[in-house]
């Protein structure tokens, strides 16, 4: 019996590729591509096999032997890897780290059980081969014109699809599929949506278009099994259409043909934590490598997608009207809260506005972006606030639940019965979250049917889909709720929103705070008057005259976009600028900022700005402190090639404070 040497990248944090013996005969060697399970350390781990070779640098008494291939399953394809490779390096992460995280958990066990459980399975799932969809509705112009531009786009064309609120961009995709999965019968195409929330209406609609197709979905919310039988039927190519969040940007799609990410501005398209991607870019990178179309659906573009599209980068495609009969664009209106008081956190306008569509049997949402009673709890008497001991950060009332908690660390605590300085019983919440306007709701109209929908009433699995069918259903008078209720939905009866208290996001440090909230605020507005009935949107604020409020009202997204395009090029930055964000954690701040600071010095460049380190905003979350540095450059490669070697350099302080590096931060 003779050896090969197996390159194995596994998951570890720094570098990721180890070598490995396994017996086997000359030309029966494991392939690229192929899972194998190894020991690395005192465990098991499931690693990548990324090189087959025959020499290796590691001394023979210190070479260990793979334990076993996983030959039932199929490589992953060559193309795929050089997907995770790209992500690795641009994120300067290692292989490993970017590689094993993207595949199902139970690929990763040491037994393989699971995978021959769902091999089964798979092979047992009944063949469907017909790409023929069931009765298409006929589009209107704008919509025909773009369905076959995207389903006849051919070779790598990126796409941006502009389309206002309701114009009915899900009949585009579904149509551009049709031609895609007609065309070529064995085509894979990829549609990703921001949030797990919004996909079963799509994924209904998916599946009532191409009954004979296999459509599989992947999101966090799904079992390990199911999402290892979906995760398989993707890579052995019998799904045809996918259908996930982020994270199945990096599944294996051996035919992959077209690629669809709706509502692309979406912040939750970029992952916050550990391996800070953007599954958008990543997406087009992708397409760029498969030689494939990609369109970008929003009725507010990022600003990077956007200035692409100006550029003439993407192609873009409008759609400027809504597609149901009759449905207009709602009529926006400012309340002006200096002269029009509000009671409850409503003004009489707005309750008038309520009370209409209550007599009318038609729903009303209310859109406030903060959950909770209140956001802080204080004494009056004193001036104690309900900080949280953890965080720089108040500890939120939740009345209902009887609970104080810090939404940063989640430390809880019961309301507290009298002030812990001064002895007051008389505490009082201040401002208002979801929560305390539903109680107010309750009192001001008795007999209408209310409900809330944010993060903490739809804590337990499917309660959310519960709530939003129940809206569907008509059983809803007035919702009440956070961004979660603002995207995606098509609600047929709704006719009237109201924004409360948008103003906070006009006065933010963020320079991408007015980027937001015009896209939350154009979101949340389409959700009235979808289906032909008359709507209106009335917007509460103290500073109506405030240009962004504006841009609201006339729905001028393009007037709005191409204003900010000019702040950005004035105050250079992004996309006129390329930015990299270093992060360091300690339990003092001073130590965070003294690693910044020899970060800052380690590797002087003139490619590049280095900022100098500050604190980040909310400066401590559980008992941690965090500063950053900003790094910047006009140009890509030349902040690429800095950050390659500087990592480098990071490493080689081997200092014990906990960094990490963000490539296009989104938050700084
Ligand atoms: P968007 O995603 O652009 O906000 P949707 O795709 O949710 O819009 O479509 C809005 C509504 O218009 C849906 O109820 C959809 O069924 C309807 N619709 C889409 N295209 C057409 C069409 N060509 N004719 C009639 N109704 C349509
Ligand atoms: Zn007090
Ligand atoms: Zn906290």
Redesign the pocket.
């Given at each position: 019996m003779s050896h090969c040497i197996l390159q194995i990248a596994l998951d570890t944090p720094l570098d990721s590729l180890f070598d490995y013996r396994w017996a086997c005969e000359p030309g029966s060697e494991p392939q690229v591509g192929q899972l194998a399970l190894v020991n690395f350390g005192r465990r098991e781990a499931v690693g990548l096999i990324v090189a087959v070779k025959h020499e290796t640098d590691v001394p023979a008494d210190k070479l260990k032997d793979a334990i076993a291939v996983r030959s039932q399953l199929s490589p992953l394809p060559e193309r795929w890897i050089a997907l995770a490779r790209f992500a690795a390096a641009y994120y300067h992460r290692p292989l490993g780290e970017v590689a094993l995280p993207g595949l199902p958990k139970n690929l990763r066990l040491s037994t393989t059980v699971a995978l021959d459980r769902a091999l089964k399975k798979l092979a047992k799932l009944p063949d469907a081969h017909d790409p023929m969809p069931t009765d298409m509705?006929?589009?209107?112009a704008a919509?025909r014109q773009a369905a076959d531009a995207i389903g006849g786009a051919l070779g790598f064309s990126p796409m941006l699809l502009y389309?206002?609120?309701?114009?009915?961009?899900?009949?585009v995709y579904l149509q551009a599929c049709a031609q895609v999965l007609h065309r070529d019968d064995a085509a894979q195409i990829l549609i990703l949506v921001p949030e797990i929330n919004l996909t079963p209406q799509l994924e209904a609609n998916i599946r009532a278009r191409f009954p004979g197709v296999m459509l599989a979905t992947l999101h966090s919310s799904l079992s390990e099994g199911e999402r290892m039988l979906h995760w398989l039927a993707a890579h052995t190519g019998r799904a045809r259409i996918v259908l996930g969040t982020r994270l199945a940007i990096l599944s294996s799609l051996p035919n992959l043909k077209m690629i669809v990410i709706d509502e692309e501005h979406d912040p939750s398209y970029k992952q916050q934590e550990g391996l800070r991607y953007s599954a958008r870019d990543l997406a087009v990178w992708r397409a760029r490598q498969l030689d494939i179309p990609i369109v970008l659906g929003s009725?507010t573009p990022s600003l990077e997608s956007w200035h692409h599209a100006q550029t003439g980068r993407y192609r873009r495609l409008e759609?400027r009207e809504?597609?149901?009969?009759d449905?207009v664009l709602p009529r926006v209106k400012l309340i002006d809260m200096e002269r029009d008081k509000p009671k409850e956190g409503l003004t009489p306008t707005l309750m008038q506005a309520l009370r209409l569509r209550i007599e009318r049997g038609e729903q009303s949402l209310l859109f406030l972006n903060r959950r909770g009673y209140a956001p802080v709890l204080c004494c009056e008497a004193c001036g104690w606030i309900s900080n949280c001991t953890r965080c720089t950060a108040f500890m939120v009332l939740h009345r209902p639940e009887r609970r104080l908690r810090c939404h940063h660390c989640s430390l809880e605590t019961r309301i507290p019965h009298a002030c812990p300085t001064c002895g007051n019983v008389d505490l009082q919440p201040l401002g208002r979250g979801t929560q305390r306007v539903e109680e107010g709701l309750q009192a001001l109209f008795p007999q209408a049917r209310i409900l809330r929908i944010d993060a903490d009433s739809t804590r337990r699995k499917g309660s959310a889909q519960e709530a939003f069918d129940t809206v569907h259903r008509g059983d809803v008078d007035i919702l009440i709720g956070t961004q979660m209720v603002a995207k995606?939905h098509?609600f047929k009866r709704l006719t009237l929103v109201g924004v409360l208290n948008p103003d906070t996001a006009l006065f933010s440090q963020d320079y991408r705070a007015s980027e937001r909230l015009f896209a939350q605020l154009m979101q949340v507005a389409?959700r009235a008057g979808?289906?032909g009935l008359e709507s209106e949107v009335l917007i509460q604020s103290r500073y109506c005259q405030h240009p962004l409020y504006g841009a609201v009202m006339r729905h001028d997204y393009d007037r709005f976009a191409g204003s900010l395009l000019e702040e950005r090029h004035q105050a250079a930055l992004p996309p006129y600028m390329y930015q990299a964000l270093l992060r360091a954690e300690a339990p003092e701040l001073a130590t965070a900022i003294e690693f910044l600071e020899a970060a800052r010095d380690a590797m002087p460049s003139d490619a590049v700005v280095i900022n100098d380190p500050i604190p980040m905003t909310m400066t401590r979350v559980h008992n941690v402190d965090r500063a950053q540095l900003l790094v910047e450059s006009n140009s890509r490669p030349a902040l690429q090639a800095f950050l390659t070697e500087w990592v480098e350099a990071l490493r080689a302080l081997k200092s014990r404070v906990r960094w990490s590096l963000e490539v296009d931060p989104l938050d700084i």
């Amino acid at each position: 019996m003779s050896h090969c040497i197996l390159q194995i990248a596994l998951d570890t944090p720094l570098d990721s590729l180890f070598d490995y013996r396994w017996a086997c005969e000359p030309g029966s060697e494991p392939q690229v591509g192929q899972l194998a399970l190894v020991n690395f350390g005192r465990r098991e781990a499931v690693g990548l096999i990324v090189a087959v070779k025959h020499e290796t640098d590691v001394p023979a008494d210190k070479l260990k032997d793979a334990i076993a291939v996983r030959s039932q399953l199929s490589p992953l394809p060559e193309r795929w890897i050089a997907l995770a490779r790209f992500a690795a390096a641009y994120y300067h992460r290692p292989l490993g780290e970017v590689a094993l995280p993207g595949l199902p958990k139970n690929l990763r066990l040491s037994t393989t059980v699971a995978l021959d459980r769902a091999l089964k399975k798979l092979a047992k799932l009944p063949d469907a081969h017909d790409p023929m969809p069931t009765d298409m509705p006929v589009l209107n112009a704008a919509q025909r014109q773009a369905a076959d531009a995207i389903g006849g786009a051919l070779g790598f064309s990126p796409m941006l699809l502009y389309g206002v609120t309701g114009s009915g961009k899900t009949e585009v995709y579904l149509q551009a599929c049709a031609q895609v999965l007609h065309r070529d019968d064995a085509a894979q195409i990829l549609i990703l949506v921001p949030e797990i929330n919004l996909t079963p209406q799509l994924e209904a609609n998916i599946r009532a278009r191409f009954p004979g197709v296999m459509l599989a979905t992947l999101h966090s919310s799904l079992s390990e099994g199911e999402r290892m039988l979906h995760w398989l039927a993707a890579h052995t190519g019998r799904a045809r259409i996918v259908l996930g969040t982020r994270l199945a940007i990096l599944s294996s799609l051996p035919n992959l043909k077209m690629i669809v990410i709706d509502e692309e501005h979406d912040p939750s398209y970029k992952q916050q934590e550990g391996l800070r991607y953007s599954a958008r870019d990543l997406a087009v990178w992708r397409a760029r490598q498969l030689d494939i179309p990609i369109v970008l659906g929003s009725a507010t573009p990022s600003l990077e997608s956007w200035h692409h599209a100006q550029t003439g980068r993407y192609r873009r495609l409008e759609l400027r009207e809504r597609a149901v009969r009759d449905a207009v664009l709602p009529r926006v209106k400012l309340i002006d809260m200096e002269r029009d008081k509000p009671k409850e956190g409503l003004t009489p306008t707005l309750m008038q506005a309520l009370r209409l569509r209550i007599e009318r049997g038609e729903q009303s949402l209310l859109f406030l972006n903060r959950r909770g009673y209140a956001p802080v709890l204080c004494c009056e008497a004193c001036g104690w606030i309900s900080n949280c001991t953890r965080c720089t950060a108040f500890m939120v009332l939740h009345r209902p639940e009887r609970r104080l908690r810090c939404h940063h660390c989640s430390l809880e605590t019961r309301i507290p019965h009298a002030c812990p300085t001064c002895g007051n019983v008389d505490l009082q919440p201040l401002g208002r979250g979801t929560q305390r306007v539903e109680e107010g709701l309750q009192a001001l109209f008795p007999q209408a049917r209310i409900l809330r929908i944010d993060a903490d009433s739809t804590r337990r699995k499917g309660s959310a889909q519960e709530a939003f069918d129940t809206v569907h259903r008509g059983d809803v008078d007035i919702l009440i709720g956070t961004q979660m209720v603002a995207k995606g939905h098509d609600f047929k009866r709704l006719t009237l929103v109201g924004v409360l208290n948008p103003d906070t996001a006009l006065f933010s440090q963020d320079y991408r705070a007015s980027e937001r909230l015009f896209a939350q605020l154009m979101q949340v507005a389409g959700r009235a008057g979808r289906a032909g009935l008359e709507s209106e949107v009335l917007i509460q604020s103290r500073y109506c005259q405030h240009p962004l409020y504006g841009a609201v009202m006339r729905h001028d997204y393009d007037r709005f976009a191409g204003s900010l395009l000019e702040e950005r090029h004035q105050a250079a930055l992004p996309p006129y600028m390329y930015q990299a964000l270093l992060r360091a954690e300690a339990p003092e701040l001073a130590t965070a900022i003294e690693f910044l600071e020899a970060a800052r010095d380690a590797m002087p460049s003139d490619a590049v700005v280095i900022n100098d380190p500050i604190p980040m905003t909310m400066t401590r979350v559980h008992n941690v402190d965090r500063a950053q540095l900003l790094v910047e450059s006009n140009s890509r490669p030349a902040l690429q090639a800095f950050l390659t070697e500087w990592v480098e350099a990071l490493r080689a302080l081997k200092s014990r404070v906990r960094w990490s590096l963000e490539v296009d931060p989104l938050d700084i």
